[in-house]
């Protein structure tokens, strides 16, 4: 029996089949002990670089992929599918660029908000694609008045490597861009308000200080 495995063992095909298994096994190894590490804030600041010169390529040219790892997960959202692995991530990629290019007379890919977030090991990224359809390309109507566009957001789980293992792609909700808007008039309210109880302020001090004057003349 100990011949037999000491036989099997040193076999050509037996030892290369075991060479190929440890090698794989120490991949995953590696692959787990990185996933477990977090990023450097240098290393989430790359990735937001990347990001912001990358993301306007997206109709236009190839994208970069330098900061994705080779076996990188995508979770796509909006479409309801899964990516495994640099080469079907750029397919995918290179399948909404062509579409995007003829369905639509113009689209371009826009980068709204990048920001890299320490205690999570992510970069968020808020993006939009600015578009214009066929019909409306012969239009008498300007192209700002033509003009469309579709809001998503990106989270980039980066590893200690400094390598984006995992992200996702999912569309801004409504409701959440309404909060973003009743935030932002809330804002511009109080700001409003603000200015107007300092310039009630300012009118009734002048208004004191000229009775004050009166009086002693």
């Known amino acids: 029996m100990k011949s037999l495995f ?3 063992i040193f ?3 037996c030892s290369r089949l075991f060479i190929q298994s440890t090698i794989y096994l120490n991949k995953l190894i590696i692959r787990f002990y990185s996933q477990q590490d977090k990023p450097l804030m240098y290393q989430l600041e790359h990735v937001q670089k990347r990001l912001e010169f990358t993301t306007p390529l997206m109709f236009k040219m190839r ?3 330098t900061f994705l790892r080779k076996d990188v997960f995508l979770d796509d959202q909006i479409m309801g599918v899964t990516r495994s ?3 079907e991530i750029m397919h995918h990629f290179g ?3 062509v579409a995007g290019n003829l369905l639509r007379a113009n ?3 826009q980068a709204l908000n990048i920001v890299p977030i320490l205690e999570d090991g992510t970069v968020r990224l808020r993006w939009r694609l600015v578009y214009h359809n066929w019909i409306d390309y012969f239009s008498f109507k300007s192209d700002k008045e033509n003009e469309k566009w ?5 989270i980039f789980y980066v590893d200690g490597d400094g390598l984006v293992y995992k992200f996702t792609l999912q569309k801004i909700m409504p409701d ?4 973003l808007q009743k935030f932002k008039g809330t804002k511009e309210f109080v700001k409003k308000v603000v200015t107007q109880n300092v310039a009630n302020y300012k009118e009734k001090q002048q208004i004191v200080n000229l009775k004050q004057s009166s009086i002693k003349n």
């Open 11 to 13: 076999n050509p095909c």
């Open 176 to 179: 959440d861009e309404s909060s």
């Open 85 to 87: 692995g640099l080469n």
């Open 107 to 109: 689209i371009d890919a």
């Open 63 to 65: 994208m970069d992929y």
């Open 150 to 154: 579709y809001d998503g957001y990106s």
């Open 95 to 97: 399948t909404i660029a």
């Open 6 to 8: 000491f036989v099997n």
